[in-house]
């Protein structure tokens, strides 16, 4: 026979209220305290026949308060002992109020409904849900009934903890990464042409990226502040932030730059005028908005962030701070305010065929054990053909801001080869869709949702 009150009941409740999202912050002692005092009054005098409960005013309330108390001890001790509270407190009501059968009965069946509903929430959130206000009907048709006021509190009792609980035990699942409609993105963010920061061209492309958000069912908000380039030039800066399951304190974070550079400074022609950027931009864009496609939020027990980076690439070699503008306005003002993730991957040209990602130093140093998950993940994956073991760097770049502001540990996928070097289309002309593979796409779209599935509750 089975246990009439699993034992995880008991650490659900507890659970709760240990949770964050106990509003008021109760802790299960400011209940059993004073009502294990008015149950012990209540108890005494049942049994002296003292009747100090039959008081005209007081009657009502103090019973109901010693059985409430009563409540919240079944609830304390369900998992080990819950049968024999049921028992006891079942023969004590029925030796008061001659009801034995009956009230047995039914806190047995309440039992099993609790318990069924208690696994339940603990797999399912949306069941919990259900589940509280069906809990809630049911105390208050026990209520209406007479049959017990303990069986009524109980149930309110516990809908209130079914509506307001966050099950911890979910597992993450993402619909399949789409290598295809990622590519399909950058080629969309290409034909916006380039996408210099404080452009027109800028502004439509950062609208796109909104949208396509937003129908992903992302809270999208908008960090804005405004910066001087190397060219003393004033740009306003906007950092867009596509957030799921906002509410939620454990925080992951994706992110990618996408600007556009305003030169192509590494090619031969045409130097000073600006790129299209279909790797050097477009992939991050393009790998962080199907990422927004695939999320199941509802099954994630973390929020996650993805971030678009403004004005990365209006550097010029020899000041790393005149890159990554955009990331540092945000790391000296985030927003939300006392912005916080546990970990976070950056994506800067990671679209190209035959990318094999190495070790980026910076990276190394403040994030190896994530290093070592993605790896590891590429493996589970089949994606290893597109992870080396390679070490270079460090790189300045956008997570660099972020892990040194604000202590967030950051890996950055960005590819450099063993020799040192960006690949030969960077802050080029040649730049463009010819270059992106949507098979590397795929690989890393699937190794990151690895990871992201595998996060450790
Ligand atoms: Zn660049």
New binding site residues.
């Given amino acids: 026979m089975e246990p009439f009150v699993s034992p995880e009941l008991s650490v659900y409740v507890e659970d709760y209220l240990l949770s964050h999202r106990n509003p008021w912050n109760l802790k299960l002692h400011h209940f059993a305290v004073p009502t294990f005092l008015v149950s012990g009054l209540a108890l005494l005098s049942f049994i002296t026949l003292a009747d100090p409960l039959h008081h005209p005013v007081f009657k009502i309330d103090v019973a109901l308060i010693a059985e409430m108390g009563l409540g919240v001890f079944w609830f304390r001790l369900a998992g080990k002992f819950g049968l024999l509270a049921l028992l006891f407190y079942g023969f004590l009501s029925g030796w008061v109020r001659l009801l034995p059968l009956q009230i047995i009965l039914s806190l047995t069946v309440l039992a099993y409904v609790l318990q069924v509903i208690g696994h339940a929430a603990i797999e399912r959130r949306q069941v919990s849900r259900v589940g509280g206000i069906a809990c809630l009907s049911f105390g208050a048709l026990f209520h209406f009934l007479r049959s017990t006021k303990i069986i009524a509190l109980s149930c309110t009792f516990f809908a209130l903890l079914q509506t307001g609980c966050t099950p911890k035990k979910l597992q993450p699942e993402f619909s399949p990464f789409q290598g295809q409609r990622a590519y399909q993105d950058v080629e969309t963010y290409t034909q916006f042409g380039p996408k210099v920061s404080g452009t027109d061209n800028h502004k439509k492309v950062a609208d796109w990226i909104v949208t396509s958000l937003k129908s992903s069912g992302a809270t999208v908000i908008e960090h804005t502040a405004s910066a001087t380039t190397f060219t003393q030039k004033k740009i306003p800066i906007r950092n867009l932030i596509a957030q799921f399951n906002p509410d939620h304190k454990k925080r992951i974070l994706l992110s990618a730059?996408y600007d556009?550079?305003d030169i192509a400074d590494e090619d031969k022609k045409r130097k000073n005028e600006p790129i299209l950027?279909a790797n050097?931009?477009g992939s991050g864009v393009g790998m962080l908005l199907e990422f927004a496609r695939s999320v199941q939020p509802q099954t994630l027990p973390y929020g996650l962030d993805l971030i678009f980076w403004d004005a990365?690439?209006l550097g010029r070699p020899g000041d790393p701070y005149s890159?990554c503008l955009g990331s540092q306005a945000f790391a000296k003002n985030p927003k939300p305010a006392g912005y916080k993730a546990a970990w976070g991957i950056n994506f800067?040209?990671v679209g190209r065929k035959g990318t094999v990602f190495g070790i980026e130093k910076f990276s190394e140093a403040y994030a190896p054990d994530l290093i070592k998950r993605i790896w590891d993940a590429a493996k589970a994956v089949g994606a290893n053909s597109i992870f080396g073991s390679h070490r270079f760097g460090p790189v300045v770049d956008d997570p660099v801001f972020i892990t040194k502001g604000l202590g967030i540990p950051m890996v950055n996928l960005i590819a450099m080869g063993p020799d040192g070097k960006?690949p030969p289309e960077?802050?080029t002309h040649d730049d463009t869709m010819k270059v992106i593979s949507k098979d590397v796409l795929q690989a890393l779209g699937d190794t990151v949702l690895h990871v992201l599935k595998n996060e450790p509750n």
Wanted: proline residues 0%.
């Fill in positions: 730059h556009s550079r950027a050097d931009g990365e690439d890159y800067d040209m960006f960077w802050h």
